[in-house]
């Protein structure tokens, strides 16, 4: 005689829907980007400041060029192509790959690497890494949920 306790089946289901959901978890990465182009945005915004520091200011000669072209005074953001390309979904020259688990974030501008490397706008803080893992926690967690019984 066998007896087959059927909360046994249905948790393994639901692992299995959580597992198989592990390996394509593409939704949860376009919500991750989506944070990221948001992070983007602080960071810029803040001119650097997010998280502490700041970008170094700019030259006197490129701060007057930007007055007397009636650009952005801001760091980084003299005509706002470089931010937009990191901060808006779909923005012209935005490199944004979403795959099965990992989001690609980047810009095809000239300047893009240059700058990053002068003014880093591409970092992350330790609470950032927490939401990123809440997002894909919460992804798995609603597809084991919403398995149904087999």
Do not use: C
Not at 78 to 97: D, N
Not at 114 to 136: C, E, G, K, S, Y
Request: net charge positive; hydrophobic share 40%.
């Amino acid at each position: 005689m066998f007896i087959t306790i059927q909360g046994d089946t249905v948790v393994q289901h639901k692992f299995k829907k959580m597992g198989e959901a592990a390996w394509r978890a593409q939704p949860a990465m376009a919500k991750v980007a989506l944070y990221l182009m948001e992070v983007e945005r602080r960071i810029f915004e803040s001119q650097g400041r997010r998280g502490g520091g700041s970008w170094k200011e700019d030259t006197e000669a490129w701060q007057m060029r930007k007055a007397r072209e009636g650009l952005d005074p801001r760091i980084n953001i003299a005509r706002g192509k470089l931010m937009e390309s990191m901060s808006k979904p779909e923005a012209p020259h935005q490199i944004l790959h979403i795959g099965y688990r990992q989001v690609i974030l980047g810009s095809d501008l000239p300047y893009a690497d240059v700058t990053n490397r002068n003014r880093t706008f591409t970092r992350l803080l330790p609470r950032d890494r927490a939401v990123m893992r809440q997002i894909v926690a919460d992804y798995l967690m609603e597809k084991f949920n919403r398995a149904g019984i087999v």
